[in-house]
């Protein structure tokens, strides 16, 4: 068992669709006041049924007044490291500190190529994942002296200028499976961001997986404690239980709280487009997964 103690943040995964452009900005909002922490959106530039996913984390940070936002995850061969820092660290300044990051290596090459984006290796994508984060680290860091300079194959900069500072410090959260990237997260990240679906065997997997970044975080003399675990999940909320996360509120709460004791995993972000869904998500089942959890780690 490894719990990292971290407070447990819920929040919803949702899809940018085009048609109507309104949805996902109202789903926002059923999910700001159903009371969840987080709202986040997937981003495939390349997806013409879909919006722009930066367009319209802006739009839903207009509209929305407490509701942290977060691309789930932000596609880094079609966004360059420096223009993305800067973007992010305005809508930070502008929505009084609710951005969070969310970056991905890649996927879906053919499509990535199609949009003028590069084909990487995944020991590429890798180490221009690492750039990534020099940069985006190096742009805000606005009281290191003189310009920045990244000399990244993927990312680089050669004596760009620092800022604007973020209102906050912007957690870098990675989407990652394989054993390198994880390594990576643990070295460089705030925290980790997977998919449930993705994961071989389930919640299973997350022991494995975890000690991958815990070895990355111990190898660069960070605490693994550093490394927040969120996870995507879904599911169907019914009157009766038939398995993980298809069950009553009450028992999704239940195993919300064994993953979060078993495996250290703090974050939990609902895929689903029900606003229904996301009202029993926020009202139900995350006040007594953090009771449940709470009473653990008091007992």
């Known amino acids: 068992m490894t719990d990292y103690g971290h407070e447990l943040t819920f929040g919803c995964f949702l899809t940018p669709v085009a048609v109507p452009p309104t949805r996902p900005v109202e789903l926002a909002l059923v999910a700001e006041r159903a009371g969840l922490d987080l709202v986040t959106y997937q981003d495939h530039p390349y997806q013409s049924a879909f919006t722009d996913t930066w367009t319209l984390m802006s739009f839903v940070a207009a509209r929305t007044e407490r509701v942290r936002i977060c691309g789930n995850v932000l596609n880094l061969p079609l966004r360059p490291a420096p223009v993305l820092a800067r973007a992010a660290a305005s809508l930070d300044l502008l929505s009084g500190g609710r951005v969070e990051m969310g970056l991905g290596a890649g996927a879906f090459w053919d499509a990535v190529v199609a949009m003028g984006g590069p084909r990487l290796a995944p020991g590429e994508a890798v180490r221009a994942t690492e750039e990534a984060i ?166």
Do not use: C
């Not at 298809?246 to 689903?272: K, R, Y």
């Open 134 to 299: 020099a940069v985006l680290r190096g742009i805000w860091a606005v009281d290191e002296p003189g310009p920045l300079r990244v000399p990244g194959e993927f990312h680089h900069v050669d004596g760009a200028k620092r800022g604007p500072a973020p209102a906050h410090p912007i957690p870098i959260r990675i989407g990652a499976l394989g054993p390198r990237m994880l390594r990576l997260t643990g070295r460089l990240a705030d925290g980790w961001l997977p998919s449930l679906m993705f994961l071989p065997d389930g919640p299973a997997s997350l022991s494995e997986m975890n000690s991958h970044i815990d070895d990355g975080a111990a190898g660069a003399g960070r605490d693994p404690r550093a490394v927040t675990r969120y996870l995507n999940i879904a599911g169907t909320f019914t009157d009766t239980g038939k398995g993980l996360f298809d069950g009553t509120p009450g028992q999704w709460a239940e195993q919300v709280a064994d993953i979060a004791l078993t495996h250290g995993t703090s974050g939990f972000v609902l895929a689903s487009d029900e606003p229904g869904a996301l009202e029993l998500f926020g009202r139900e089942v995350a006040p007594r997964a953090r009771e449940i959890v709470a009473a653990e780690r008091t007992g």
